[in-house]
């Protein structure tokens, strides 16, 4: 799949299709609000890097500009019944909760050949509306070995999604922030964290806390007659969002709780093996 996506690249009759059918859909059914798409460059290799709350979001990304747009999709996903879809429409595979040389690789193919990355900091969803995981140092290693501009960007509302299959009809608002320049930091010997924990992230953080204290068309109906005004305060006041440690995936979390679970399910019955074996000795 790698050498297929590093060689093919994107099926750009297939996508403009996808997109043309999509692009409306989304935006009438999620009431789609983007701004700032100005920061992403016309040409020329960049990484865009959201915040990550559903599988839904790399379309999101996808609908904001004309450009081709390349993301990392997780292995399962392109091994399932529509991975050759998601592979042709510029996904490639990355194995989570690990070093994945290869996708690594993949990336860094697409950059130099002066493509559009999408790659999500947080490695997995979020789901909690009210917090963001911390970010890996992926795309910030990737802007700064390939010099590609990094370019913030906050998703609020994309958080619980669906009612089962269907999806909920919620409003989306896209924010891309103004790209930051790798090549400001070369040579300075804390490039890597200065560049994705403090200018990166702290800027998807705030502009996902803005969005989170925007009030919702009845409050600001009750704000502009002046009956709203504390509870808008309330809002924003509470709006910043918690930073979580690193979130690992589902699948891994999932493993662990099934293996603590059997831990703590064994430990009756290894006890009682124990006193039938002291019994026995006996």
Do not use: C
Not at 71 to 88: D, H, Q, S
Request: hydrophobic share 45%.
């Amino acid at each position: 799949m790698h050498v297929a996506a590093r060689e093919r690249g994107v099926d750009t009759r297939l996508y403009a299709l996808i997109r043309s059918l999509l692009a409306p859909a989304l935006r009438l059914w999620f009431r789609v609000r983007i701004s700032g798409s100005e920061h992403i460059p016309s040409h020329g290799a960049a990484i865009v890097a959201p915040n990550h709350k559903s599988f839904l979001d790399a379309f999101f990304v996808g609908i904001a500009t004309r450009r081709h747009v390349r993301f990392m999709a997780k292995t399962e996903l392109l091994e399932g019944p529509l991975g050759w879809l998601f592979l042709r429409l510029g996904a490639f595979p990355v194995r989570r909760g690990e070093a994945d040389v290869e996708a690594m690789k993949t990336a860094r193919s697409i950059l130099e050949q002066g493509g559009l990355l999408v790659i999500f900091p947080e490695g997995t969803r979020v789901e909690d509306p009210d917090a963001l995981g911390s970010p890996h140092h992926g795309a910030g290693r990737l802007a700064l070995q390939t010099g590609a501009p990094i370019i913030p960007a906050a998703i609020a509302g994309t958080h619980r999604l669906w009612l089962g299959p269907f999806p909920k009809p919620r409003r989306v608002q896209l924010t891309f922030l103004p790209a930051i320049e790798p090549g400001q930091l070369s040579g300075r010997p804390d490039a890597l964290g200065e560049l994705v924990d403090r200018r990166l992230w702290q800027s998807v953080q705030s502009e996902y806390s803005r969005e989170l204290a925007r009030p919702g068309m009845i409050l600001a109906g009750l704000t502009a007659i002046g009956l709203g005004a504390g509870l808008l305060a309330r809002r924003r006041t509470s709006a910043a969002p918690r930073l979580l440690g690193i979130v690992e995936p589902r699948k891994i979390r999932r493993r662990k709780a099934r293996a603590q679970l059997r831990e703590q399910l064994g430990h009756p019955w290894r006890h009682l093996r124990a006193v039938r074996s002291g019994n026995m000795r006996r």
